[in-house]
């Protein structure tokens, strides 16, 4: 097709959105509301996911090892935990580490200063207490390390909250599960309307399709205005959702900062930034999609003469 | 040359359209396709533009069969063809000129092709003088005329006219009849679908006579109920 022809097609799309006024604005318009819902939705579920794998990071594993281990027996099994794909990060507390930690954190300050203290010091009362600290990659993974740091004759007690990570687990599933599916029902609803409305486009001009097509127009040149058209309304309904997100993710934020400090403080909300990032090139792709799939569907039957 | 062997057409719920038509048209010849309403003309018509596929048969234009052309190539053997229509079929809101003007952009031709060959066409037949008007400001007469302008301007080898003076009056229809004559002479191949049997008596061309989509007769000149 030539440059030029290109061009006609695309003024053409241009002009019907605008010769179609009335019937554009209410496609722009629901298709607005429906990515408005698409980012809320968005916002939710990328949210809820950052905050159980916030916990995730915090859910360790203790595996309490057999008295003193020698250098070799630790680093061979330190070898075998960074095998496994399944451990994100692990760390070896050794019994004199442990007695450390647990003085500076049930004594604080004067941890030195007591004769007891001291007299610990010198018969480690946390000496079976040598421990490796695992991190799963994820909750899911965590019952499978588990099972793993088992398989160690070395390891006397595995030390971990299978509860927590099991709700963590389903409670992130059930919300990508329940926030994809109406993903899925709101991007079908899309569709729906703008092949409407470029049907209506497509009826009101079906008298030109159909001269374009006897007088030897190809499809793509019949189709090209109409591909347009069905792009041009999806962008368009894209720019409002993605200005509220801009501009409303931020007060939300701080609105629930104010109102419900309890939850800011268990958790840190996504930024702006990291939100945008994931849900522009989204919306652009959608818009994009939806827009020519549905002027695609609108106007196969009227190339078939 | 077009050529029909054995070609039938049968539409969903086993109604014939066309039944075991053999035909053969040469470059240059004037047919008229006769019958009354539902003998399978346009059936007929539809079946050479590729509008519709054959059930059984071959159609050959050219040399090439097109009923095994891909949907992709009827664009291209469209553009060999010039199509006229009862209804006209022009643009409201394009002037008479960009009407003609219309069938060259959409197949992309240049700007400066479009402005040599649109008022040759529309000179041809007779509406120099109108091309600036509206199609509603025109008659009947005037906008089957801009109709088969825009049918010729690009030069096709064949026209196809599917009851072109089935909105018109007598005088009308004579006027287009002779327009449709002067391309003719050019050396177009002209296939006119009608039931109009005065014109068909008064021109004297090749008839082919269609009754429930079976050839009854195929006379190389003649009226409309003339017998073999």
């Known amino acids: 097709m030539k440059i030029r022809t290109v061009n006609s097609c695309i003024r053409d799309g241009f002009k019907s959105v605008f010769r179609n006024g009335l019937m554009s604005l209410a496609s722009v318009g629901t298709i607005s509301a429906v990515l408005i819902i698409f980012g809320i939705v968005y916002c939710l579920v990328m949210n809820v996911r950052s905050f159980t794998n916030d916990l995730d990071k915090n859910l360790g594993i203790v595996a309490f090892l057999n008295g003193q281990l020698s250098q070799e027996e630790i680093d061979d099994i330190s070898k075998k935990l960074d095998e496994n794909q399944d451990i994100a990060s692990w760390n070896y507390v050794s019994s004199d580490e442990a007695w450390k930690d647990f003085k500076s954190e049930m004594l604080g300050d004067s941890a030195n200063d007591s004769d007891l203290v001291e007299q610990l010091d010198n018969d480690n009362p946390l000496k079976n207490s040598a421990n490796f600290e695992v991190y799963a990659v994820s909750a899911e993974k965590q019952q499978q390390v588990v099972d793993f740091l088992k398989s160690f004759s070395q390891i006397r007690k595995i030390s971990y909250s299978a509860n927590a990570s099991r709700t963590l687990a389903s409670f992130a599933k059930l919300v990508t599960y329940v926030g994809g599916a109406l993903i899925l029902f709101l991007i079908f609803v899309a569709l729906l309307l703008i092949t409407n409305t470029i049907r209506v486009s497509v009826y009101t001009r079906r008298n030109e399709i159909s001269i374009m097509k006897y007088i030897g127009a190809t499809d793509s040149f019949v189709r090209l205005p109409f591909l347009v058209e069905g792009i041009l309304i999806g962008f368009l309904g894209a720019i409002l959702p993605t200005a509220l997100v801009f501009f409303g993710y931020n007060a939300l934020v701080k609105l629930m900062a104010e109102r419900f400090s309890s939850i800011s403080q268990l958790f840190t909300f996504l930024s702006l930034g990291e939100i945008m990032h994931g849900l522009l090139p989204i919306f652009l792709i959608l818009s994009i999609v939806v827009g020519a799939l549905g002027s695609t569907i609108s106007i196969r039957r009227h190339l078939k003469v | ?228």
Do not use: C
């Not at chain 2, 400066?112 to 003088?129: D, F, M, T, Y």
């Not at chain 2, 600036?132 to 301007?153: D, F, H, L, W």
């Not at chain 2, 008596?201 to 000149?221: A, C, Y």
């Open chain 2, 1 to 228: 040359m077009i050529e029909l062997n054995h070609v039938t057409k049968i539409y969903e719920g086993n109604v014939t359209g066309v039944d075991d038509v053999n035909l053969r048209i040469n470059d240059g010849e004037f047919v008229f396709i006769v019958g009354e309403s539902g003998s399978g003309k346009s059936t007929l018509l539809r079946l050479l533009m590729r509008e519709l596929k054959p059930t059984e048969g071959s159609i050959i234009i050219d040399g090439k069969d097109i009923t095994k052309l891909r949907r992709g190539k009827v664009a291209a053997l469209r553009r060999n063809m010039g199509i006229v229509f009862q209804d006209y079929r022009l643009l409201p809101k394009r002037t008479v000129y960009e009407n003609v003007a219309f069938a060259l952009e959409v197949i992309e031709v240049s700007q400066r092709k479009i402005r040599r060959s649109v008022p040759a066409a529309l000179n041809l037949v007779g509406l120099s003088h109108k091309s600036k008007s509206m199609p509603n400001e025109i008659s009947g007469g005037e906008q089957q005329r801009t109709a088969i302008a825009r049918a010729i301007v690009n030069n096709p080898s064949i026209v196809i006219a599917d009851e072109p003076t089935g909105n018109l009056d007598p005088r009308n229809s004579e006027e287009i009849m002779e327009v449709l004559e002067a391309i003719n002479r050019r050396g177009t191949t002209v296939i006119v679908a009608t039931h109009d049997k005065d014109i068909v008596n008064e021109m004297q061309k090749r008839v082919i006579h269609l009754v429930r989509g079976v050839v009854v007769r195929d006379s190389e000149t003649g009226g409309y109920d003339d017998e073999d």
